[in-house]
């Protein structure tokens, strides 16, 4: 091949990186979160989901061309498939989410953030009676402890997926998530918004999309 032709093979490349936008987030989940940005990982959770009461908010920078699909993994603690922590202690209950999300763009604005627009998808549900949380003895998947789980959509974090048939996200106030660790060393856009899925205590991991144009 010709330097010609590999110069011409690369221009394309060269020119993506160069109109690249940078941007700067801020993400507070409850208990765990990965970021990706058209299907590739910006960033992970540093504090690991085992580690107790693993609230944690983390701030970081990537680089995006629009438009560009935002896709977050977010996780709640449970000791197995009942959905419970603690289990078979007097601790024993149901754990309950939270997530929030605050991008500023290369003006300083706070141009994209958590809210209902974004869509969040429930793919570990537990337990799906929540008298399980009195069980002496739970047992996944056994009496008032049944739990669900779906597969993973192919593509879902990605360009061209179709989720217009996803839930929106369901919007939490402070006081029903009562974010701690982290949460409040951020000042959060007053249009950011705590969401997860359908239940805080029965979502157990949920998938959450916005497309950004």
């Known amino acids: 091949m010709s330097r010609f032709a590999i110069a011409a093979l690369l221009l394309p ?3 993506s990186a160069a109109t690249a936008e940078p941007f700067r987030a801020d993400v507070w989940a409850d208990n765990w979160f990965e970021m990706r940005i058209d299907g590739t990982k910006v960033v992970e959770d540093s504090v690991p989901i085992t580690t107790e009461r693993s609230f ?28 419970l922590e603690y289990i078979r202690t007097r601790r024993q209950h149901m754990g309950d989410g939270g997530l929030i999300v605050q991008i500023e763009d290369r003006t300083g604005e706070k141009s994209i953030v958590s ?23 739970p047992i996944p998947g056994e009496g008032a402890c049944g739990f669900a789980v779906a597969d993973v959509p192919a593509g879902w974090d990605r360009p061209g997926f179709d989720a217009s048939d996803w839930p929106r996200a369901r919007v939490y106030t402070a006081a029903e998530v009562d974010p701690k660790g982290g949460y409040d060393g951020i000042a959060w856009d007053p249009k950011a918004q705590l969401i997860w899925g359908g239940d805080l205590e029965q979502s157990n991991t949920v998938l959450c999309r916005i497309a950004i144009q």
Request: hydrophobic content about 45%.
């Open 56 to 83: 944690n908010a983390e701030t970081f920078e990537f680089d995006a061309d629009r438009p560009f699909v935002i896709g977050v993994v977010a996780k709640d603690f449970k000791s197995d498939d009942t959905g």
């Open 115 to 137: 809210s209902a627009d974004w869509q969040c998808l429930t793919i570990h549900t537990a337990p799906l009676d929540k008298s399980c949380a009195a069980e002496a003895d």
């Open 13 to 15: 490349l060269v020119a």
